[in-house]
């Protein structure tokens, strides 16, 4: 089954340099068989390296860690190629159980912005590189390079992606959009022995997108709501949706394709 996660498997994961892509990085790789390769990617080689340190000390026998430093709003399918074939330098794709893929790089955009204030459409389009387009390209070349590999591909989307909240026209758009591609991703495949696929919400968590909603939102029910979260530190963690995040993987209940929310029952 595609979903038991202690597998040979193949784990790339997006914005893995902090906030939720890290500690999901982090903990799924513990989870898996020791002979893994989990490949990070986001700008901050900081970042990159403090998560590969943490997945180190869980001192995983064989387990190869590659990071890659990389602008997901400027970035080609032929860069994607380039880290995949890097990647891949000490061992086939067919040598893996399970190729994972975690599309978790995210922003927000300009939330200080209503609907009808940017007309600009490089500023759009650097946002749809960055939050859709890259993940669609890298997902294809991730599809390419596991050909025959039974395949786990896992969207970060939002509540956003299904419900309109103010101030955040570029992020509603974006997660709606990037869900939907991998809906029909999963409409297209839907041998669940190839592939499974989970739009996954982690609910409002403590992570540097959130301080900056409630930092320059012009939605300032929003913005007061993370602040009272903040106040009274009960503003979900990274670590509290990972735990969820692998149980709902460990539960195996969705169907390929679905949406669920960290507060689903
Ligand atoms: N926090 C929430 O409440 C919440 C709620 C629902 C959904 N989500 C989703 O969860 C995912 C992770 O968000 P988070 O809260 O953990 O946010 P975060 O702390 O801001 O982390 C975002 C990650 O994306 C990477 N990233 C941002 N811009 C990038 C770029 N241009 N190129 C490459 N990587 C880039 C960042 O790395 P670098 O800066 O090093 O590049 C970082 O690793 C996002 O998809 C977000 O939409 C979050």
């Known amino acids: 089954m595609v979903l038991d996660l202690e597998k ?23 989870k898996l068989k020791s002979s893994s390769f989990v490949v990070l990617l986001a700008r901050s080689e900081t970042g990159l390296a403090q998560t590969k340190a943490e997945i180190e000390a869980l001192q995983l026998k064989d387990l190869k860690v590659y990071t890659f ?9 032929t860069q994607f190629q380039e880290i995949l074939t890097k990647s891949l330098k000490d061992a086939k ?6 190729a994972f893929i975690i599309h978790n790089a995210g922003s927000v955009g300009d939330v200080s912005k209503g609907a009808v204030d940017v007309a600009d459409t490089n500023i ?10 890259s993940a669609i390209s890298l997902n294809c070349e991730f599809f390419r390079a596991f050909t025959g590999v039974p395949k786990l591909v896992v969207n970060i989307t939002s509540k956003c992606g299904i419900e309109p909240f103010a101030s955040m026209s570029f992020y509603c758009s974006g997660k709606a959009a990037k869900e939907m591609y991998f809906r029909v991703l ?12 989970l739009n996954y919400a982690p609910g409002a968590i403590d992570t540097q997108m959130t301080v900056l909603v409630q930092r320059d939102s012009i939605n300032k029910e929003l913005a007061d709501f993370f602040k009272m979260q903040r106040d009274t530190k009960t503003m979900l963690t990274t670590e509290q949706t990972t735990k969820k995040f692998l149980q709902v993987l460990q539960e195996q209940k969705f169907k390929s394709g679905d949406h669920v929310d960290y507060w689903d029952e």
């Open 8 to 30: 040979r498997t193949f784990l790339l994961v997006t914005g893995a340099s902090r906030g939720i892509g890290q500690r999901m990085a982090v903990e799924v790789t513990a």
């Open 69 to 77: 430093s990389i602008d997901l709003s400027t970035a080609t399918a």
């Open 93 to 98: 794709a067919k040598d893996f159980e399970r």
């Open 124 to 133: 759009w389009q650097q946002y749809y590189h960055m939050n859709v387009f």
């Open 186 to 197: 999963a409409n297209e495949q839907p041998n669940v022995e190839e592939l499974v696929v």
